[in-house]
């Protein structure tokens, strides 16, 4: 599932935007049912229907496309069903956002690469969740004023309870979307940023949150408390990304995609809508899943993921480790050549080869090894770049076949034992011996593949640093390990250019 991730993340945000934008506010309370009302929920049931087989079929790679196709469709059936609602009193404002929208988002969409998609989630996580805070400001401003009035009945505690989560998770999710796309975009340092005693800050102002929400729903027409909840929601975004590292920032992003589900289901149980509980509803289960099965691809748990500052100082080791070994470098032409008569080959992707974007150029590479007689699998990690599934959908860019791709890591490993040549393109944390050997290490207990049990490996990366994570790896320094440093797209390019020239020189 996790090769799906990117755009399920995409396409069920998009669903919650969409719908908090344009419902109306006094939401569905018509006391007859003509046919207008028996239209739109007949459109409402085939959207749930739609979208929840598009999430059935994004589990499988081979039925990717299928199921963003079930869900566009679904979409399009549940717009239909929003602009029958009777409460439109006109059109212009909605015609004028939607065609603003596809002026501003089509080309956002199309140009941006596949390497950019991480921060493009998060960036569209904070517009979505911008749509589902405001729907809860002005659906309590509306209620509150009303109810003040004299002209309608005061809010109920339910209602006020769904308006509360409403704003608390969509404003956490704006300001936190906004400060995982900068460290992404690395606007702002990837490392975490602390201050003493911040884990006790943020607790106590969730405290106080979940307080002034008691208060909300006891009492809802206490505005003070309202506009707490919208103040510290904001806050708290701020204050509990800003602590976390890069290398958490998959999970980072999985887990506002589930906030921005609960604040669009919560949206939908404030103004009365099925299809926006059911959309928010699969968002949030998603996000939250996805957000599980990546901290088990670490072995963390969710505390350790927000309270932890992973990445926040280099590794030190629990004993004494001796004077620091220098990595061994191999020349591009001996590297060529060995790859050339090499029977087994598994490529590691990680972010390296996304930013370089030399996933098309590893193909052609892996076409002329596999032209010579070896054979070539790619080992892909849960947690491989910076969101889930990343990898997975770069590589199927290229049109690399999905039966190539080991996303099992045992699995992986497995072949790792018998492979020629471990080639690593860009990555770092889940190839780090430290996760396994050295307990003070904040990788420790991750599961990581194994190249070094590989006849040799070939470590392609830019630079001596120690990668997005600040964490040091000693598998640069193994006796079987050669580093090739460069850029990734121009040293695979020379490397296929070497075996051309040896094709040629025979």
Known sequence: MTAAIPTLAASMHSMAGVFAALLPQ????SAELGTRDLVIQA??????????????????????????????????FAVIGTLLNAHILTYQYIII???????????MAMKVPMT???????????????????????????????????????????????????????ALTVTGSFMAFGKLQELITGRPITFPGQNAFN?????????????????????????????????????????????????????????????????????????LIIA??????????????????????FANIIFGAFGSAPSSKGKDAGPAKEPKTISVEDAATQLAYAGSVVIIPGYGMAVAQAQHVCRELHELVEKH??????????????????????LSEAGIDYGALLTDVEDANRVLQTADIAVIIGANDIVNPDAEDDKASPLYGMPIFRPWTSKVSFVVKRGKGTGFSGVE??????????MIYGDAKGVLGNLIKEIKALDEGH
């Open 26 to 29: 006094d939401g569905l309370s």
């Open 116 to 170: 950019a998609m991480p921060q493009f989630i998060a960036f569209s996580h904070a517009f979505g969740a911008i749509a589902a805070t405001l729907v809860g400001i002005v659906e309590y401003r509306h209620s509150f004023t009303m109810g003040m009035d004299g002209m309608m009945p005061g809010m109920s505690s339910g209602v006020a309870a769904a308006i509360g989560f409403e704003v608390l998770f969509g």
């Open 373 to 394: 007689g070896g054979k070539v699998s790619y080992a892909i990690h849960p947690v491989a770049g910076r969101m889930p599934g990343h990898l997975n959908v770069i």
């Open 43 to 76: 459109t409402y049931l085939i959207a749930a229907v739609l979208f929840i087989l598009g999430l059935r079929s994004l589990t499988r790679p081979a039925q990717a496309r299928l199921g963003m196709q079930q869900a566009a469709f679904g979409m399009l």
């Open 97 to 107: 956002g939607l065609v603003v929208g596809a002026i501003i988002g089509y080309p």
């Open 280 to 301: 928010g509803a699969l968002e949030g289960a998603g996000g939250f899943i996805l957000s599980i099965i990546m901290s088990k691809a670490m072995n963390r748990s």
């Open 203 to 275: 607790i106590t102002l969730i405290g106080v949150a979940l307080i002034s929400l008691g208060v909300l729903i006891y009492n809802p027409d206490t505005a003070w408390a309202f506009y707490t909840i919208v103040g510290l929601g904001f806050f708290l975004g701020v204050s509990m990304v800003l602590p976390i590292g890069g290398g958490d920032m998959p999970v980072v992003i999985s887990l506002l995609n589930s906030y921005a589900g609960l604040a669009a289901s919560a949206t939908g149980f404030a103004i009365g809508n099925n299809v």
């Open 473 to 482: 790896n000693p598998l640069f320094t193994k006796d079987n390990t050669f």
